[in-house]
């Protein structure tokens, strides 16, 4: 492992220093030479956006655990939905055979399913699955007569009602023959829900544990359970004994648990609540347990909910303080809702209905059960209000041209719309294309990558057209507000070849986005400056020779936009201590927010969005872990931010208004990077970038060292930066490219007034200057 040289601090009063310089082996100041920086009036994009983020999947084990029911799997003991596309690579009067590999759905799964063709010869048809399996091959429908033929190359999307199931996402222990159903007749009064749980424990010997997890990752601790909390849930006795018993804990030797009691019941619906203290400061990491256990009777137990009490009372989401208060840190332009499991397998009617009444739903062709709820679209729009973003709102591929005329309705109807459009604040009475500036609607995730078979459309012509006919229903229900929505097509970065036929056939699109990840692979990692310094090059080869230069190429003339970026390294044989400190390090969030800026500035691309919120580490093929794909450690009182997270609520300090060029003169360092990591390769690679805006007489200015040896010697040429007695200047500050905030927080933002307009920049750096004419 290469040693790391440490930074003694130092004050140094003659001017403003980013990055501490004193006691550094090997690292000269460039006194002599001055890089000058004149922010001018010329406009390169008018009316930016902030750098946005995707959110993520909500998960019960690190720190995706985002919502304040922190027992969110399925609390509602829900039924399933699922729903699947497929590729009739063969077809018939009344048959689809699709060959592709992974489909693992069992025989007779999709039996009286409805279906519809998507596209293809026989778009439109409509009926219903009259028998299913594998066969020829692959795996065949029979289907019921009637409209056209299926044809080779057709699109079929599935979709099946699968109730019961109740105890999806929980974790039952059955003792002596007990048994879980699901309760369909006898629900709570007054809740949206469609089914609940019967626990039958009633005969001689027998008894059923019903148990939840949360805060699981080994050795980890995500959710500090720190205040007042309140389990709830809904339950009534049918026979026998009434007497459950309930428990709250952490599972830490020699700790108490915070509720551990026997509750009676009574014949008829009624809500039990137990409150609790808990103060989890110095306890060891340990996985939190809720249970209910019954011995000897039988139940119905429904909507279980665990949450802090008081809190933020400004959050009206349904969201843990710590995540508003985390978004509002990074302060997003774009938020974007893509839920890889749950969500995309949902019709719109699940997506907006009440979390109560939200089933579980899936759509991968390799599982068959999904045990998560997925995150509303009503949820999504509240937090998206909260925290000051615009909505990237992933629909359903599958989702059929109904679906696309109620979601329409929903975001751009008026108050009188069925559902509610006016869901977030009491007697709100606008629709939602009135609180955002944009509303960006995606249809499908990666439609081109195997990973979401079930869900993908891998032609590009096919998906087109069907996004086509998608995105006319949705303009046409959106009326008045049709021109609020941003129509989004997804492609893929590495293969800008598919872009033409793509885009030819679907002329309803605003947009074209693509995910132009840097270092897929590393393979040289003797020193520093084999691992980081292709790290710091690549954005600007990607920009002038690579993924985004292509797809620009190539958008005819849509708009280009970046739904997902970060490091991707997922290829590559470094040991593990490389890996860890190569992505989460402070050269990552250099890197990643310069290549976000600069995206903006060479191709105009206005909406970019980081990959992502939550998401502690990603496991590799070979058995490696990266800490990927989360941008933050945790999100709690003692959560880290990491580099790539730092390095973008920076950049969001200063991007506001219009960009305007930056003219640089004098000293203008460049070096060359020879042929690296991920293939990177670039004569006369600039090691100092600057991004300048202006909002009236509001100036910002944010300035990059992507050099890894030499500090910079930076004088900003504006009369307005020296006569502004508040200028600010805030700067992430480390002291050397591979740290880290994992253990400890070694990566941090340091603000200080901006004292006249020279400053001096550390190797591998970043800063953002604000002033006022």
């Known amino acids: 492992m ?34 000058y920086l004149r922010p001018t009036n010329q406009v390169i994009l008018a009316g930016v956006t902030r750098l946005g983020i995707n959110m993520g999947d909500q998960n019960f084990y690190d720190s995706g655990q985002m919502l304040r029911n922190l027992i969110s799997r399925n609390p ?133 544990d019903v148990n939840a997890f949360f805060d699981s990752t080994a050795g980890m601790t995500f959710v500090r359970l720190r205040g007042r909390y309140r389990l709830s849930f809904w339950a009534k006795a049918i026979r026998g004994p009434a007497v459950m018993h309930v428990h709250v804990g952490r599972e830490v030797a020699g700790v108490r648990r915070y509720v551990d009691e026997d509750i009676r019941l009574t014949p008829v619906w009624a809500e039990y609540r137990e409150e609790f203290n808990a103060n989890e400061v110095n306890l060891p990491p340990g996985t939190v347990n809720v249970g209910f256990s019954l011995t000897g009777g ?64 899936g759509y991968l062709t390799r599982f068959e059960r999904e045990e998560d709820i997925a995150i509303g679209i009503p949820e999504f729009l509240d937090l998206c209000q909260e925290v000051g973003a615009d909505p990237w709102i992933v629909a359903p591929t599958g989702m059929n041209l109904e679906d696309a005329r109620k979601l329409a309705q929903y975001l751009a109807g008026p108050a009188t719309t069925p559902g509610g459009a006016l869901r977030m604040a009491a007697g709100r009475r606008e629709p939602w294309t009135r609180a955002f500036r944009t509303i960006h609607i995606e249809l499908g995730n990666e439609t081109w990558n195997s990973i979401f078979q079930g869900e993908s459309m891998d032609h590009p012509a096919a998906y087109g057209q069907w ?21 989004v097509i997804g492609t893929q970065a590495g293969y800008a070849g598919r872009n033409s036929a793509l885009l030819a056939a679907v002329p309803q699109a605003n947009s074209l986005a693509i995910a132009p990840y840097l270092m897929s692979g590393i393979t040289q ?12 090059a690549q954005p600007e080869q990607m920009s002038l020779e690579g993924f985004v230069q292509a797809a620009a190429a ?24 490389v890996l ?59 959560g880290r931010k990491r580099p790539q997270f730092l390095a973008e609520s920076l950049a969001n300090r200063a991007i506001r208004g219009d ?12 070096h060359d990077q020879p042929p690296g990591n991920d293939g990177v390769s670039l004569r006369n690679v600039h090691e100092i970038d600057a991004y300048a805006f202006r909002d009236g007489k509001r100036h910002s200015l944010i300035v990059f060292n992507y050099g890894l040896h030499n500090a910079r010697r930076i004088k900003i040429d504006t009369p307005g930066l020296a006569h502004d007695a508040n200028a600010t200047l805030s700067r992430l500050v480390s002291s050397s490219p591979g740290d880290t905030n994992e253990e400890t927080v070694k990566v941090r933002i340091v603000e200080e007034r901006a004292t006249g307009g020279e400053i001096t920049l550390a190797p591998c750096s970043m800063a953002v200057i604000q002033w006022t004419e």
Not at 469 to 485: E, H, K, L, Q, S
Not at 604 to 631: A, H, N, P, S
Request: proline share 5%; hydrophobic share 40%; net charge negative.
């Open 2 to 35: 290469v040693a790391e040289a440490s930074i003694s601090r130092m004050a140094v009063a003659a001017s403003v220093v980013l990055g501490l310089l004193g006691g550094v082996p090997g690292l000269t100041q460039q006194a002599g030479d001055v890089t």
């Open 76 to 208: 509602e003991f829900a039924g399933m939905t699922y729903r699947s596309i497929f590729h009739c690579q063969k077809g018939g009067p009344s048959r689809c055979v699709d060959l592709r590999q992974g489909i693992q759905f069992p025989a007779d799964f999709w039996n009286g399913a409805r279906y519809e063709v998507l596209e293809g010869a026989a778009a439109g048809r409509r009926g219903t699955v009259t028998a299913s399996g594998t066969d020829a091959g692959g795996y065949a429908f029979a289907l019921d007569p009637g409209g056209g033929t299926i044809g080779a190359g057709d699109w079929l999307e599935v979709e099946k009602e699968f109730p019961g199931d109740p105890a999806a996402g929980w974790w039952p222990t059955l003792r002596g023959g007990a048994q879980l159903e699901a309760e369909h007749a006898d629900l709570p009064p007054g809740l949206p829900v469609h089914q609940a749980l019967r626990i039958e424990a009633s005969g001689a010997g027998q008894s059923a």
């Open 298 to 361: 039988s139940v119905l137990l429904d909507n279980a909910d665990l949450e802090q009490m008081g809190g933020d009372a400004s959050n009206r989401t349904v969201f843990r303080d710590e995540v508003v208060e985390t978004l509002k840190e990074l302060r997003p332009g774009v938020l974007r809702l893509m839920e890889s499991k749950a969500g995309l397998g949902s019709s719109i009617d699940n997506l907006l209905a009440a979390p109560m009444a939200r089933e579980r739903a």
């Open 467 to 487: 996004a086509n006919a998608v995105f006319t229903a949705f303009r046409a229900a959106a009326g008045a507000d049709a021109g609020r929505f941003d129509l």
């Open 525 to 536: 990692w003797s020193n520093d400056d084999e691992l980081y310094s292709p790290l710091l």
């Open 554 to 577: 190539t958008a005819g003339g849509r708009q280009l936009a970046v739904y997902e970026v970060n490091l991707h390294t997922t290829g590559g044989d470094p040991p593990q201590s």
């Open 580 to 638: 860890d400190r190569f992505t989460p390090s402070s050269a990552a969030g250099v890197a990643v927010a310069g290549h976000m800026l600069r995206m903006m500035r060479d191709h105009g691309i206005r909406d970019e969005m980081l990959f992502c919120l939550e998401g502690y580490q990603f496991g590799r093929t070979d058995g490696k872990t990266v800490m990927l794909w989360g941008t933050v450690v945790a999100m709690d009182a003692d």
């Open 659 to 670: 960009l305007v060029k930056v003219e640089i003169t004098g000293e203008n360092p460049t």
